[in-house]
C-alpha cells in the first residue's frame, strides 16, 4: 500500500461509478488490498500508475503470452484504425490468416469468434447438431470460459451444476456428463453409451492448477471418439503455449475441431475454431436441414478488421518458431529455478511444466485429476505467495500458481523470480507457528 498510493487513490474514485470499484469484477480477485492500476506495458514488464516496475508472468492470463504490444502487432493494428474496423465483409488479408492457421494447425476450415468462450459455444452447437445427439462429456475441473454447458462440477463422483453461478435456472447435468481426467474405465463406459455428441478438453488441463494426462490418455480419447462417433474437440486457448503448432500439433494427437483464443490477437478481442474437411461437409449438411435464420452462432463483432489485422501480425510475425525456441528454453530453466528453491527449503511442493506454461503446486505428488488438484489447492497460501511476490517485484496471475514465459521475457526477470520465491519461501517459514 505504501509503494502504491496513486493507485490506492485510484481504487477509491473508482467506486463512485463502477460496481464494486472495478470495470469487471475479476478485477477484485488479486491479493492486494486494491488492484494494481496498469500505466503500460511492454514486452514482459507491466508499469503501474507509481511508476513500479513488474516482471509480468500473468501476461494478461495468456492474452499478452507472446509479449505486451509486440512492435508488428501495434504496426497492425495502427495501420488498420486508419480504414475502418467493422464492416461486416470480409476484408483484404482474411485469407492470408486462413493458410496461416491451416499451415499451422493442420485444419482446412476455420471461423473466426469474439472469445474463445464464444467459439467453444459454436463448436458445441456445431457438435449437437452434426451427430444429433444432446450430450456433451467435460472433464471435472476444466474451464472453458463463459459456456453454459460446461458449468459442471463432479463432487464426491456425482454430477452438479456449478454452485456459484449466478442466475442459473436450468439443471446443466441435463446434457452434460463429466468424468475425471485420466480416468480411462469412466471415459469408456461414458463414450460406449453412444449419446455423447463432443467430448471438449484441454490437452492438458491448466485452469484448475495443472494436470498432465497420463500416458495413452490423449491417444485413448482420440480412439474411443472414432469408435463411438463422437468428435473430439481440442481447447487449446491456453495449450498453445505446449508449442508452435499447439498441443495436438506437437505431441498430437488431433481432434476433429480446435478452438484458440486470447493470445492469438495478442489482447484484441479474437477466437477462432478450425475443423476437418468431413466436420465442413456435416456442417454444411445440417444447416441445409434447418430453416433460414439465426444460427444461435456468433456476434456481431465476430471477425471484424481489427481481429483479422492482429492475427495476421500474431501469427506471420510474433508466434513464429524462434519466438517458442526462445520461450521454451526459458520455460526450462525456470523450472530448474523452482526446483532448487523446492530442494533449498525442503519444500512439499512440486513443479509442473508443459511447453512454456510452468506451475508451482503446493503439494508434493503431482494430482492426476480435477479433484485431486482442487484439493491441492490452498488458496490462502497462493494468495500470500502472489503478495509477497508482487512485492518483490514479480508478478502472477491471481488463479494458482502459473507463470508464462513470453519470447520477451528476460533471463535476469527469470532469475528474480527465483530468488524472489526463495525469499518468501525463507520469510514463511522463519514466520511459521
Ligand atoms: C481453456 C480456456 N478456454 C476458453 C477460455 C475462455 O476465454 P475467453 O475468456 O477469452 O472467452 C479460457 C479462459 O481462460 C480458457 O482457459
Redesign the pocket.
Known amino acids: 500500500m505504501a509503494a502504491n498510493p496513486k493507485s490506492a487513490a485510484a481504487a477509491n474514485v473508482r467506486a463512485k461509478h463502477w460496481h464494486q470499484g472495478v470495470p469487471f469484477h475479476w478485477m477484485r480477485d488479486w491479493p492486494s488490498p486494491f488492484p494494481l492500476v496498469a500505466a503500460s506495458a511492454e514486452g514482459a514488464t507491466l508499469t503501474t500508475i507509481d511508476g513500479q516496475k513488474l516482471d509480468d508472468f500473468c501476461l494478461g492470463?495468456t492474452a499478452a503470452m507472446f509479449g505486451h504490444s509486440p512492435p508488428s502487432l501495434a504496426r497492425a493494428i495502427a495501420k488498420q484504425a486508419k480504414r475502418g474496423l467493422g464492416y461486416m465483409l470480409p476484408v483484404e488479408g482474411v485469407e492470408r490468416v486462413g493458410a496461416l492457421l491451416a499451415e499451422r494447425f493442420g485444419l482446412p476450415f476455420w471461423q473466426v469468434t469474439t472469445?474463445?468462450?464464444?467459439a467453444?459455444r459454436a463448436v458445441i452447437r456445431w457438435a449437437r447438431v452434426i451427430t444429433g445427439r444432446s450430450k456433451i462429456l467435460i472433464f471435472n475441473g476444466c474451464?472453458?470460459?463463459?459456456v453454459d454447458d460446461v458449468f459442471v462440477d463432479m463432487r464426491g463422483g456425482v454430477a452438479e451444476t456449478r454452485r456459484s453461478l449466478v442466475g442459473q435456472v436450468y439443471d446443466i447435468t441435463q446434457h452434460t456428463v463429466v468424468i475425471e481426467f485420466n480416468d480411462f474405465d469412466a471415459l469408456a463406459a461414458a463414450l460406449a453409451r453412444e449419446d455423447i455428441a463432443c467430448v471438449l478438453a484441454?490437452p492438458v488441463m491448466?485452469?484448475v492448477g495443472m494436470v498432465l494426462p497420463q500416458p495413452g490418455f490423449l491417444e485413448e480419447i482420440r480412439r474411443l471418439t472414432q469408435a463411438h462417433g463422437t468428435l473430439l474437440i481440442w481447447?487449446e486457448?491456453?495449450t498453445i503455449s505446449s508449442g508452435w503448432a499447439g498441443h495436438s500439433g506437437t505431441y498430437g494427437p488431433a481432434g476433429d475441431m480446435m478452438?484458440i483464443?486470447?493470445s492469438i490477437g495478442g489482447g484484441v478481442p479474437c477466437?477462432v475454431y478450425g475443423f476437418t474437411e468431413d466436420v465442413a461437409h456435416a456442417m454444411i449438411k445440417a444447416r441445409s436441414k434447418l430453416p433460414p435464420g439465426h444460427s444461435g452462432i456468433g456476434t456481431t463483432l465476430s471477425a471484424n478488421a481489427l481481429a483479422i489485422a492482429a492475427m495476421e501480425a500474431m501469427l506471420g510475425k510474433v508466434m513464429t518458431r524462434e519466438a517458442y525456441d526462445h520461450m521454451l528454453s526459458l520455460a526450462a530453466k525456470l523450472v530448474v529455478g523452482l526446483n532448487g528453491v523446492i530442494a533449498r527449503r525442503a519444500l512439499p511442493w512440486h513443479v509442473t511444466n508443459v511447453g512454456t506454461r510452468v506451475e508451482l503446486i503446493c503439494t508434493p505428488v503431482p494430482p492426476k485429476n480435477g479433484s485431486e488438484a482442487r484439493a491441492a489447492m490452498d488458496h490462502e497460501l497462493e494468495s500470500l505467495l502472489h503478495l509477497m511476490l508482487v512485492n518483490r517485484g514479480s508478478l502472477l496471475a491471481p488463479f494458482h500458481n502459473m507463470m508464462l514465459v513470453s519470447p520477451a521475457t528476460a533471463v535476469d526477470a527469470l532469475e528474480r523470480l527465483v530468488a524472489n520465491l526463495d525469499d518468501c519461501a525463507q520469510t514463511l517459514s522463519e514466520q511459521a507457528p
Request: glycine share 10%; hydrophobic share 20%; no cysteine.
Open positions: 492470463d472469445t474463445a468462450s464464444e467453444n474451464y472453458h470460459g463463459a484441454e491448466t485452469n481447447d486457448t491456453h478452438v483464443g486470447k477466437a
